[in-house]
């Protein structure tokens, strides 16, 4: 077993500590009862970190805790819980989980789009309490024909949406930080702009404070009492106590929402809306895709451990690091 010591921050799935384990010399920081006493005397020690969605910040307080800190492995596509702009400029390298769960989250943005205008878990409802018998038919519902849906984030995942929607016949747009060459469809500087012409917008961009609030009042009216957002990303993205207020007034007409701003809790406001879809945060969870993204964290660390450098590296952590 490596002396390469790693720091498991929070309650991690088990092929992730096994396979650490096996390697590595590894700590779990959540079974610790003295956390700060094991930290003072221990951290020096310590050159991996390992953490997640829900392990709390892996900030620059956390970290230099850990004078000998190498790497951070992050569980998960999403990193805005580490502050890697941090860690880059002192010489610490954070990897993410890329594409192994692009698919899966792309497939549940289409189910959630499709969910959302059909109304399929308010028809299921429907069915379940007996209405169909007791009051006829169930209502009528939107429909994504003759639709166009603007993309906030044309990265891997909201190409791979993209790829999906193209196969529905939607008309397609996209916003993001630049315009991209290669992608065929119409690039909006403006949110704002986009939001006005497009009957959906789907969100999916990365998030972190540069993007907080992005999807704002402004942007939310613009899509208008027909217009629907969808959120796979974050719910930092979208201020969400003006998202509520306008879907609650008919001012914005739908929303299918699988992630929110303060998890797991959920604006009580939104449980008796009939124009939401309201999932748990499960765009990557399945089975498949979670033990994916489990094993490219342990290669990761692995991989840095016996100097063969880093699998994915996050953009501000590039691999060979520069202090």
Do not use: C
Not at 227 to 238: D, F, K, P, Q
Not at 243 to 249: A, I
Request: aromatic share 6%; no cysteine; hydrophobic share 45%.
């Amino acid at each position: 077993m490596s002396e390469f010591e790693v720091l498991i921050t929070g309650p991690i799935m088990p092929l992730i500590r096994e396979g650490l384990e096996a390697r590595l010399k590894v700590h779990r920081l959540y079974e610790i009862a003295d956390k700060a006493a094991f930290i003072a005397s221990h951290g020096k020690a310590i050159r991996g970190l390992v953490g997640g969605s829900g392990h709390g910040k892996i900030d620059a307080a956390f970290m230099q805790q850990f004078p000998n800190l190498q790497i951070v492995g992050n569980f998960g596509v999403g990193y805005d819980g580490v502050d890697a702009k941090w860690a880059g400029e002192n010489g610490i390298v954070v990897t993410n989980t890329p594409d192994v769960l692009t698919d899966e989250v792309a497939d549940l943005a289409m189910g959630l789009l499709i969910s959302t205008v059909r109304r399929l878990p308010q028809a299921d409802r429907y069915v379940r309490e007996g209405k169909w018998v007791s009051a006829g038919n169930f209502p009528l519902t939107g429909s994504l024909r003759e639709k166009k849906m603007g993309i906030l984030g044309l990265g891997r995942i909201g190409a791979a949406i993209a790829k999906r929607a193209a196969a529905f016949g939607l008309a397609l747009a996209y916003h993001s930080r630049s315009p991209k060459p290669e992608v065929p469809y119409p690039y909006y500087a403006s949110l704002v702009d986009m939001a006005r012409d497009v009957d959906i917008l789907m969100v999916i961009a990365p998030g972190g404070e540069s993007t907080r609030g992005i999807v704002s009042r402004a942007v939310m009216e613009a899509l208008g009492p027909a217009g629907v957002l969808i959120n796979v990303a974050r719910g930092t993205l979208v201020d969400e106590p003006v998202m509520v207020e306008l879907l609650k007034s008919g001012k914005l007409g739908a929303a299918g929402l699988d992630v929110f701003e303060k998890e797991p809790a959920v604006p009580s406001e939104l449980f008796p809306l009939e124009n939401v879809v309201l999932l748990p945060h499960v765009g990557s969870a399945s089975h498949y895709t979670r033990n994916k993204m489990g094993q490219l964290v342990v290669d990761n660390v692995v991989s840095f451990s016996e100097g063969r450098g880093p699998l994915t590296p996050v953009p501000e952590t590039p691999w060979p690091l520069h202090k």
